[in-house]
Antibody, heavy 118, light 109 residues
Framework: QLQLQESGSGLVKPSQTLSLTCAVS??????????WSWIRQPPGKGLEWIGY???????YYNPSLKSRVTISVDRSKNQFSLKLSSVTAADTAVYYC??????????WGQGTLVTVSS | EIVMTQSPATLSVSPGERATLSCRAS??????LAWYQQKPGQAPRLLIY???TRATGIPARFSGSGSGTEFTLTISSLQSEDFAVYYC???????????FGQGTKLEIK
């Protein structure tokens, strides 16, 4: 059974960079046919897709966040990471990592709350 | 950018009754449409993909229909555990991005 687990700092100061990692177990992140995504959900609000990285290493980001987002993969550790720069209070959210099988997310992490505050 | 619009925002239904949730895309997404259920404090759970295919382990009372721009999620006989927030999500080949609807909260009447 595939499992994803987010980790990283739960508190980030405004203007700094948010960094999260998603550890994948029960399967290889290098398996073809999947993309590995980050999605976020501000408190009490809906889901926003941030971006993804393919098994090949190619990436695609939400145009509204593109200038601040970097997603990378570490195949040796079977994990992928998110960096979001120049954060503000509007970036406070639960951040989820997920595996997408082309057009749907079939495995999700439990989510991790990141608060942006001084 | 493709915009997904769900209606209604809140739906009040009694247990045992049928619930019908709608999702509209601003342009055709073919059948590249998924539905998720989310309960408080939990990650979204995949219910339906390809507009009408139930995910593994999803009860038969959940069904999806539609294509192009109009989609429907039907729950035939509501159980207590079905009261949650439901999201639709599209995938577009180009630009290759995902978009979620704003969600429908299904509450007990």
């Amino acid at each position: 059974q595939l499992q994803l687990q987010e980790s990283g700092s739960g508190l980030v100061k405004p203007s700094q960079t948010l960094s999260l990692t998603c550890a994948v177990s029960g399967g290889s992140i290098s398996s073809g046919g999947y993309s590995w995504s980050w999605i976020r959900q501000p408190p009490g609000k809906g889901l926003e897709w941030i971006g993804y990285i393919y098994h090949s290493g190619s990436t695609y980001y939400n145009p509204s966040l593109k200038s601040r987002v970097t997603i990378s993969v570490d195949r040796s550790k079977n994990q992928f990471s998110l960096k979001l720069s120049s954060v503000t209070a509007a970036d406070t959210a639960v951040y989820y990592c997920a595996r997408f099988s082309t057009d749907y997310g079939d495995y999700w992490g439990q989510g991790t709350l990141v608060t942006v505050s001084s | 950018e493709i915009v997904m619009t769900q209606s209604p925002a809140t739906l009040s239904v009694s247990p045992g009754e049928r619930a019908t949730l709608s999702c509209r895309a601003s342009q055709s997404v073919s059948s590249n449409l998924a539905w998720y259920q989310q309960k408080p404090g939990q990650a979204p759970r995949l219910l339906i993909y390809g507009a009408s295919t139930r995910a593994t382990g999803i009860p038969a009372r959940f069904s999806g229909s539609g294509s192009g721009t109009e989609f429907t999620l039907t729950i035939s006989s509501l159980q207590s555990e079905d009261f949650a927030v439901y999201y639709c999500q599209q995938y577009n080949n180009w630009p290759p991005e995902y978009t979620f609807g704003q969600g429908t909260k299904l509450e007990i009447k």
